[in-house]
């Protein structure tokens, strides 16, 4: 039952479609000795990645954001929706691929990044919002929820 829903097969066709899917996740990176960075990636491959600190790994293979990845094109889009800052004065991106509720394709990678440069309390930077996948046909086929958390902090 998994494999037909992750190939896409239906009965009676042979060409397989894909599966969407996103994770969501919790990205934090928290310290006391430099700049905090979180952040998240989609990638016109398919594949999800987080970025803490100034490296990127990949989220999870199963929850890549097209499942086979080699259904993953430039006619696909992302956007993300319903941001919620848990600070209202670090109500902002230190990065962003596109403004909240602008669809851009995934021709390129697209990302949203948070840093938090002062050691100083009450610098923290904490936002939760969704990513959205489109199809093709215009359709919303994936949405998964993350967020991106910054703290640098020497207390």
Known sequence: ?????LAGIVAGVSRPRPF???SG???QDSTTSRDAIAGVRVNPDGTVDKLINATYTQISVGT???IPNGFADADHDVR???????????ESFFFKSANEDAWVDLGT???WIVK???????GLKLVTF????RDPAADTVATGSYTLDADYDIT
């Open 116 to 122: 938090d440069t002062s050691s100083s309390p009450g």
């Open 109 to 111: 990678a697209r990302e």
């Open 130 to 133: 969704d990513i959205e996948i």
């Open 1 to 5: 039952m998994i494999i037909t829903q």
């Open 80 to 90: 993300i929706t319903n941001a919620v800052w848990t600070f209202p004065a670090a």
């Open 25 to 27: 996740a919790t990205i």
């Open 20 to 22: 969407y899917t996103l």
């Open 64 to 66: 890549d954001w097209i």
